[in-house]
């Protein structure tokens, strides 16, 4: 059971990197930025050989992402590379996928042409481990899907895993087959290289290319992938898991979302999953909700990310139902409010709650009602004097006026879309004026970290919409579900904090952690505390001791610690109360 603390350390790898300043950009890649950033809205795929056993091995259910299956059951390279044979995706139709994109309201589309299994899914000269010639298939699909695009207006990339690679003896990551020390550099010269300029020349104009888990290569070996990459597409943009600074834009961790507006490290972007995998699994049917994905897309965009949204199609070549359903209802909402989000910058407000969410344009606000207020907003801080006040959804003028630092806004009981309405605000400024302690670079005194801007990690961790909170914080003995929130350089400095949270009194006592730190650096500050009864209801309670966060700090965790009896307990937030000290 060794090799699953493993899983974590590698993954850790691929999550440790906002902070980092991308390189200076030339002219193409400053030109393909801009673009990239109006675009807000892409398409993840990924799709291999793990699509075949889908989260199952020998009748045994996998737990974790689908994709590392071969890696979690240590499986052969003799026998994972069977699957080959029985690969034949005969549904597969790039249309349909680059249409459901385009549905979806998606503006861009990044597929696995190589994952960490090492199995290319584009015909390659320099390994036959490919779909082409490895597959009863036969065929190309990448050709076929970067075609789709071009036709329908939608910018194609691919992702590529640089150093791991369970199927090469100098790749990263297979110990089972190959317990000799590794040496990337034939590796790197034998397959990485030659696959990348076969996807970079044979695919059309990349609008990016999407390395994974940097992991070990050395700063001379990235270097080198980069020039790669930038000698035949001097505009592909290359993504921060290259490693080593060497990208033009940055990641946030898998599923995760800063707390605030984060501009420092120039842009970025969230890959998110609609469940909990990446590639198809069958028993996955944790499904995000189309509203919570639209809000989140609001609150990336207005924090000033993108958001590239997963779909794992089967081993057939059919991207499941219910992802399409889902994709289709926020292509739906976009069609409609999509002014809010393409092409805007983010908020000129701190996040403060999870009522609203700010984008702007010149002369424009754009308010993202996540949570129906009821029959007012009040949005303080305004400062610029607004002069037209309209829902996007029925362009209907809402009435409003100035009250004191700010404006209210005169609402319907009820909100006019079950998902997010949009109020659109003209104000007299071309960019928003906004008070002292309400700005985007100015973290609130009192900071309430709600369980919804938190990563909920875990196979069973949920979230209750009814009552905003998360539950089922399950211990496992190699995992543990919990709640992380992702500062982001927008706070440091010492806090007292308050944990809301309900419980029924006969499943209190277990002891909580709440830690801050950065991974893989031991410095890190640590509170506990034990859950106590609440009576099922919500209640405030003070933490004791003092939490620090350190400015470089990547995330402050939420966990159940030793037993899981207060598993269910509801958590709705954390406080954090900025110490004078
Ligand atoms: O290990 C991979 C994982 O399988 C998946 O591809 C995600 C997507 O961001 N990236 C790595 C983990 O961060």
Redesign the pocket.
Known sequence: MKHWKSVGA??VM??MLPGQAPQAPDAATAQALKKFDEMKFGM?I?WGLYAIPAGEWKGKYVRG?G??IMFRERIPVAEYGQLAKQFNPVKFNGGEWAQLAKDAGMRYMVI?SK??DGFAMFGSKASAYNIVDATPFGRDPMKELSAACGERGLDFGF?Y?QD?DWHEANGRGNNWDFPEKRNAQPYLEGKVFPQVREILSGYGPLRLIWF??PGLLSEQQVTELRATVKKLQPGCLINQ?IGHGRHDYA?T??NAIPIQVYTKDGKWEV?ATLNDT??YKKNDQHWKDPRDLISKLCDIVSKGGNYLL?VGPTAEGVIPADSQRILRTIGQWLAVNGEAIYGTSPSPFNMRDITWRATAKPGKLYLHILNWPGKSLRVEGLESQVTKAYFLANKAAVKFKKAGNGYEFALPAKGLDENVTVLALEIADQQAKVADGFRADQAPARLDLHAWVARLQGEEIRYDWATQSATHLKVFEQETNRLLWYPYKSLGGKYDVEVTYSCDNAAAGSKFRITSGRRGVAERSELTGVVEGTGGKFATKKVAGVLTVNPGAETINFQLEGDDKSAGMKISKMTLVKRAD
């Open positions: 590698l993954v691929a999550t993840f990924h992402i994709e590392w696995t994952h960490h992702y895993s791991q994974d888990t898991r990641q961790g898998d890959p990446w590639g997963n």
